[in-house]
């Protein structure tokens, strides 16, 4: 069974300051990791994912996450937030040889403060 | 690239009526399309998985009977929900895969909001 846990149901930051979203993840078998963001009354846009090679991961907007295995941990950073940035954010894991459902974290929200 | 349509965005209906939504992947085939249900400041919860051609396969505590599926071409993807009442008012996103190997992502369209009277 695989599992997702973002710690921080809210992160709060000033604009410009370092963005943090933590996600920690259970996976019996080889995972892939989804970061996913959600603008109000809109779906989810995939920010980035990582399923092999490269451990640091670039998406769009600036972000970026490392996958560290030790540590089953796949947290999303920023360097400098910006106002537009402010959503839901949801990290997500699937399964390994085909499986693609995926197992949602319970969100962050992100707040930025001017 | 990978753009999910899904119409209507908010419907609004009496209890006791059909509501169908569609979920239509625009510019790519879709295998694979999920359907999630999302309460208020909630994460996603899995409804149900279609594959093109066959039976949708239900999450534990999903009627299937509630909750019609039907995944008739590569591209659409319908939920109708059947006879709804006042508790089936939520959020309705819907997910298209390309499917094949594991680690490509579910692409996911805007939403419906559903609000039963």
């Known amino acids: 069974a695989q599992s997702v846990t973002q710690l921080g149901s809210h992160v709060s930051v000033s604009e410009g300051a370092l963005v943090l979203l933590r996600c920690n993840y259970s996976?019996?078998?080889?995972?892939?990791l989804f970061w996913y963001v959600q603008y109000p009354n809109q779906g989810l846009q995939l920010l980035l994912k990582?399923?092999?090679?490269?451990?640091l991961v670039k998406g769009i907007n600036g972000f970026e996450a490392e996958f560290k295995k030790s540590e089953t941990s796949f947290h999303l950073t920023k360097p400098s937030a910006h106002m537009s940035d402010a959503a839901e954010y949801f990290c997500?894991?699937?399964?390994?040889?085909?499986?693609?459902?995926?197992?949602f974290g319970q969100g962050t929200r992100l707040t930025i403060n001017p | 690239g990978a753009v999910v349509s899904q119409h209507p965005s908010w419907v609004i209906c009496k209890s006791g009526t059909s509501v169908k939504i569609e979920c239509r992947s625009l510019?790519?085939?879709?295998?694979?399309m999920f359907w999630y249900r999302q309460f208020p400041k909630q994460s996603l919860m899995l409804m149900a998985t279609?594959?093109?051609?066959?039976?949708?396969?239900?999450e534990q505590g999903v009627e299937k009977d509630k909750f019609l599926i039907n995944h008739a071409s590569l591209t659409l993807s319908t939920l109708t929900v059947t006879s709804a009442h006042p508790e089936d008012s939520s959020f309705y996103i819907c997910?298209?895969?390309?499917?094949?190997?594991?680690?490509?992502?579910?692409?996911f369209g805007d939403g419906t909001r559903l609000s039963i009277l």
């Open positions: 996976s019996s078998v080889p995972p892939y």
């Open positions: 990582y399923t092999t090679g490269a451990t």
């Open positions: 510019d790519f085939q879709a295998t694979t």
């Open positions: 279609s594959n093109e051609g066959s039976k949708a396969t239900y």
């Open positions: 997500a894991v699937a399964g390994w040889k085909g499986a693609q459902k995926l197992v």
């Open positions: 997910s298209a895969s390309i499917g094949g190997m594991g680690g490509q992502p579910q692409h």
